[in-house]
C-alpha cells in the first residue's frame, strides 16, 4: 500500500469521497497492491487500516485526478507529421475522399508500413510514450497484432483484458462494416461487449451519414456503443439513440480536414456522452491533452456552452464510465475499487484545477501512475518505479518505466529505441525487406507464443500498388521522428495549413507563454 497526497479531484460518482464531480480538496489517494484505489481520505484523516507505514508522496498543491483517457486514435501513425494535400483548395467531404488524394499514401501509408514492420516493438513505445508525457493511461486504436498483449506503457483500450485473456470485452473498426457485421456487433454489445465504431466521418449530410443509419437498423445503438465521429451525421438524428452510449470527439481532426466538427450540443442534449480522442498525427494533436485546448478554442469559436469541467470530464469520468460497462471496472475516477489510473498535473496553490488542466502542457506532467505503478514522471516521483530510463520533455529530465519486450525485468533504454527507429529510417528498403523475410520464416506460425511480433496498419491505404507500399521500394520514405510534444515547429506547421479557418492557430497562446 502506498497513497499520494495532494489537491485531489477526484470527479467520483461515490458520495462518500465527495458531494459532486465538482469537487477538490487536499487530501491522499490510497493504492493498494493489487493496483486499485482502496480509498481517498480528506486533509489529514487517517488512511486505512495497515497504513500506518505506507509510503506517502507528496506533491504539494499540484493536482491530482484520474489519469486521461483518449477514446480515438490510431497509434501505428503516430510518428508522422501534420498532413495536408497540396491539391486540395476545399475541405475534403468524408473519410473516403482524403484516402484518394495523390500524397496520402507516400506520406502516411508507405513510412507507416516501414515502422511497423522493421521495428514493431519501438514503433509501439514511442507512440506510447508521446500518450503518456500528456498524461494518457489509456489509450484506443492501437495496431492489429498477430497475438494478444495487454497494455504495455498505457492502456490499450480493446487489447486490454486485466488478466484474464478474455478478447471480447472491447471490439472495434475502422472500416464501414456490412450490415451483417454491424447486427453480430449489436448481438455482441447485448451480451456486455463494447463496440467502438469509426463511423459518419465528413461534411454533414454527405453519404458517409448512412453508416450511422445503418448502424442504428442493426440495433447498434446500444449504451456499449461508441461512435467514432459522427460529424456527419444529421442532429435530429441522434434522438434515435433512446439508450445512449457515447461519441468520441475529435475536433482538430475534423476541422483540419472537413473545416466543421460534431454537434456536440446536440449529442449531449440526447444525453450521449461526449469524450475525446486525439485521432491520429497526420491530422490530429498529439495527445489527448492537447485535444482539450483544441476543444476549448473550437467551443469558443461555436459559441457553445461547454466549462473547462466538461470538457475534463470528457477524457477522464465520461469515457472511463462507458469502458466500465464493458470492463466490469472502473478508471477515469478516483474512488475506493476503482483503477489506480492517476495523473499530477503542476499546479500553483490556489489554481482554478479545471481549467489549470485544460491550461496544461506536457511540461507540467509530473506523474503518471498506471495500474498502481508508477509509469512516468519527474525522478523525484519515481524512485520506486522500476526498469526506468532518462528521456528529455519539454526541456525536462523525466523518468519512463520501460521494460525491454525480450526481459521485464531490465530497463530499454530510450535511446535503443529512438537509435533503432533512425536505422529503419536510414535504411527503409533494406530493413523492410529483412523483416519480411523474417515474418516468412514464421509464416502459418505467427500466431505462435514465440513468434516475431507483427502489427497491421489499421487505416485504409489509399493509391498504393502492393499491402500498402510502392512497388519500387526506393521510393519509400520514411520523414523525420515527430517530437513527443506540441513544440515550436508543430505549432508552426497548424499555421495556414488545413481548413481550421484559423481556429487553431491559436493552439499557440496554451504552449507559448
Same mark, same amino acid.
Given at each position: 500500500?502506498?497513497?499520494?497526497?495532494? #489537491? /485531489?479531484?477526484?470527479?467520483?460518482?461515490?458520495?462518500?469521497?465527495?458531494?459532486?464531480?465538482?469537487?477538490?480538496? !487536499?487530501?491522499?489517494?490510497?493504492?493498494?497492491?493489487?493496483?486499485?484505489?482502496?480509498?481517498?481520505?480528506?486533509?489529514?484523516?487517517?488512511?486505512?487500516?495497515?497504513?500506518?507505514?505506507?509510503?506517502?508522496?507528496?506533491?504539494?498543491?499540484?493536482?491530482?485526478?484520474?489519469?486521461? /483517457? @483518449?477514446?480515438?486514435?490510431?497509434?501505428?501513425?503516430?510518428?508522422?507529421?501534420? *498532413?495536408?494535400?497540396?491539391?486540395?483548395? !476545399?475541405?475534403?467531404?468524408?473519410?473516403?475522399?482524403?484516402?484518394?488524394?495523390? !500524397?496520402?499514401?507516400?506520406? !502516411?501509408? *508507405?513510412?507507416?508500413?516501414?515502422?511497423?514492420?522493421?521495428?514493431?516493438?519501438?514503433?509501439?513505445?514511442?507512440?506510447?510514450?508521446?500518450?503518456?508525457?500528456?498524461?494518457?493511461?489509456?489509450?484506443?486504436?492501437?495496431?492489429?497484432?498477430? +497475438?494478444?498483449?495487454?497494455?504495455?506503457?498505457?492502456?490499450?483500450?480493446?487489447?486490454?483484458?486485466?488478466?484474464?485473456?478474455?478478447?471480447?470485452?472491447?471490439?472495434?473498426?475502422?472500416?464501414?462494416?456490412?450490415?451483417?457485421?454491424?447486427?453480430? %456487433?449489436?448481438?455482441?454489445?447485448?451480451?456486455?461487449?463494447?463496440?467502438?465504431?469509426?463511423?459518419?466521418?465528413?461534411?454533414?449530410?454527405?453519404?458517409?451519414?448512412?453508416?450511422?443509419?445503418?448502424?442504428?437498423?442493426?440495433?447498434?445503438?446500444?449504451?456499449?456503443? /461508441?461512435?467514432?465521429?459522427?460529424?456527419?451525421?444529421?442532429?435530429?438524428?441522434?434522438?434515435?439513440?433512446q439508450s445512449p452510449g457515447a461519441i468520441a470527439w475529435s475536433p482538430f481532426s475534423n476541422l483540419w480536414l472537413y473545416g466543421q466538427t460534431t454537434d456536440?450540443?446536440?449529442?449531449?442534449?440526447?444525453?450521449?456522452?461526449?469524450?475525446?480522442?486525439? @485521432?491520429?498525427?497526420?491530422?490530429?494533436?498529439?495527445?489527448?491533452?492537447?485535444?482539450?485546448?483544441?476543444?476549448?478554442?473550437?467551443?469558443?469559436?461555436?459559441?457553445?456552452?461547454?466549462?473547462?469541467?466538461? =470538457?475534463?470530464?470528457?477524457?477522464?469520468?465520461?469515457?472511463? @464510465?462507458?469502458?466500465?460497462?464493458? *470492463?466490469?471496472?472502473?478508471?477515469?475516477? =478516483?474512488?475506493?475499487?476503482?483503477?489506480?489510473?492517476?495523473?499530477?498535473?503542476?499546479?500553483? #496553490?490556489?489554481?482554478?484545477?479545471?481549467?489549470?488542466?485544460?491550461?496544461?502542457?506536457?511540461?507540467? /506532467?509530473?506523474?503518471?501512475?498506471?495500474?498502481?505503478?508508477?509509469?512516468?514522471?519527474?525522478?523525484?516521483?519515481?524512485?520506486?518505479?522500476?526498469?526506468?530510463?532518462?528521456?528529455?520533455?519539454?526541456?525536462?529530465?523525466?523518468?519512463?518505466?520501460?521494460?525491454?519486450?525480450?526481459?521485464?525485468?531490465?530497463?530499454?533504454?530510450?535511446?535503443?529505441?529512438?537509435?533503432?527507429?533512425?536505422?529503419?529510417?536510414?535504411?527503409?528498403? +533494406?530493413?523492410?525487406?529483412?523483416?519480411?523475410?523474417?515474418?516468412?520464416? *514464421?509464416?502459418?506460425?505467427? @500466431?505462435? %507464443?514465440?513468434?516475431?511480433?507483427?502489427?497491421?496498419?489499421?487505416?485504409?491505404?489509399?493509391?498504393?500498388?502492393?499491402?500498402?507500399?510502392?512497388?519500387?521500394?526506393?521510393? =519509400?520514405?520514411?520523414?523525420?521522428?515527430?517530437?513527443?510534444?506540441?513544440?515550436?515547429?508543430?505549432?508552426?506547421?497548424?499555421?495556414? +495549413?488545413?481548413?481550421?479557418?484559423?481556429?487553431?492557430?491559436?493552439?499557440?497562446?496554451?504552449?507559448?507563454?
Amino acid at each position: 500500500m502506498w497513497a499520494i497526497r495532494g #489537491r /485531489i479531484v477526484p470527479l467520483t460518482s461515490e458520495p462518500t469521497v465527495a458531494p459532486n464531480e465538482a469537487a477538490a480538496f !487536499t487530501g491522499r489517494v490510497w493504492i493498494g497492491d493489487e493496483g486499485t484505489i482502496i480509498t481517498v481520505s480528506r486533509g489529514t484523516k487517517a488512511g486505512p487500516p495497515g497504513s500506518e507505514n505506507a509510503a506517502v508522496i507528496d506533491v504539494g498543491s499540484s493536482l491530482v485526478l484520474p489519469g486521461l /483517457i @483518449d477514446l480515438h486514435n490510431h497509434l501505428a501513425y503516430n510518428t508522422l507529421p501534420l *498532413w495536408t494535400e497540396p491539391s486540395q483548395t !476545399t475541405p475534403f467531404a468524408h473519410h473516403n475522399s482524403w484516402t484518394r488524394a495523390a !500524397t496520402y499514401a507516400a506520406s !502516411t501509408t *508507405w513510412p507507416a508500413y516501414a515502422l511497423i514492420t522493421a521495428c514493431p516493438q519501438e514503433l509501439l513505445a514511442y507512440v506510447e510514450a508521446k500518450a503518456i508525457v500528456g498524461g494518457t493511461t489509456s489509450i484506443q486504436g492501437s495496431p492489429p497484432k498477430n +497475438r494478444p498483449r495487454d497494455g504495455w506503457l498505457v492502456r490499450n483500450i480493446e487489447d486490454e483484458t486485466f488478466g484474464s485473456h478474455d478478447a471480447n470485452l472491447i471490439y472495434a473498426s475502422v472500416l464501414t462494416a456490412k450490415p451483417a457485421a454491424l447486427a453480430e %456487433r449489436a448481438n455482441r454489445m447485448r451480451a456486455g461487449s463494447a463496440f467502438i465504431y469509426h463511423c459518419s466521418e465528413g461534411q454533414r449530410g454527405t453519404i458517409v451519414a448512412r453508416e450511422f443509419t445503418d448502424a442504428e437498423a442493426a440495433g447498434c445503438l446500444q449504451p456499449r456503443f /461508441i461512435a467514432v465521429h459522427a460529424n456527419a451525421v444529421d442532429p435530429a438524428v441522434f434522438a434515435h439513440w433512446q439508450s445512449p452510449g457515447a461519441i468520441a470527439w475529435s475536433p482538430f481532426s475534423n476541422l483540419w480536414l472537413y473545416g466543421q466538427t460534431t454537434d456536440v450540443p446536440a449529442a449531449r442534449a440526447q444525453q450521449i456522452n461526449v469524450c475525446l480522442g486525439s @485521432d491520429w498525427a497526420p491530422s490530429g494533436t498529439k495527445n489527448v491533452l492537447g485535444e482539450l485546448k483544441s476543444a476549448r478554442l473550437t467551443a469558443d469559436h461555436l459559441g457553445w456552452s461547454l466549462s473547462d469541467q466538461e =470538457l475534463v470530464m470528457m477524457a477522464t469520468c465520461l469515457p472511463g @464510465d462507458i469502458l466500465a460497462r464493458a *470492463w466490469g471496472r472502473q478508471i477515469g475516477r =478516483l474512488q475506493p475499487g476503482a483503477e489506480a489510473d492517476l495523473v499530477v498535473i503542476k499546479a500553483k #496553490r490556489g489554481a482554478i484545477p479545471f481549467s489549470t488542466v485544460v491550461d496544461a502542457t506536457e511540461e507540467d /506532467i509530473d506523474l503518471v501512475v498506471i495500474g498502481g505503478q508508477p509509469r512516468y514522471g519527474a525522478p523525484d516521483l519515481m524512485s520506486s518505479a522500476s526498469t526506468v530510463t532518462a528521456l528529455t520533455v519539454a526541456g525536462r529530465t523525466m523518468q519512463l518505466s520501460l521494460s525491454q519486450p525480450s526481459n521485464l525485468t531490465k530497463a530499454w533504454e530510450w535511446s535503443e529505441v529512438i537509435d533503432r527507429m533512425e536505422e529503419v529510417r536510414a535504411h527503409p528498403k +533494406r530493413e523492410v525487406e529483412a523483416a519480411n523475410a523474417m515474418y516468412a520464416r *514464421w509464416a502459418g506460425r505467427l @500466431d505462435d %507464443r514465440e513468434a516475431p511480433l507483427r502489427l497491421a496498419l489499421d487505416m485504409p491505404t489509399g493509391l498504393a500498388p502492393v499491402g500498402g507500399l510502392p512497388k519500387d521500394l526506393d521510393e =519509400l520514405v520514411v520523414p523525420p521522428l515527430q517530437s513527443l510534444t506540441h513544440d515550436g515547429g508543430w505549432l508552426d506547421s497548424v499555421v495556414g +495549413r488545413g481548413f481550421h479557418s484559423g481556429v487553431l492557430d491559436d493552439l499557440a497562446k496554451f504552449y507559448r507563454r
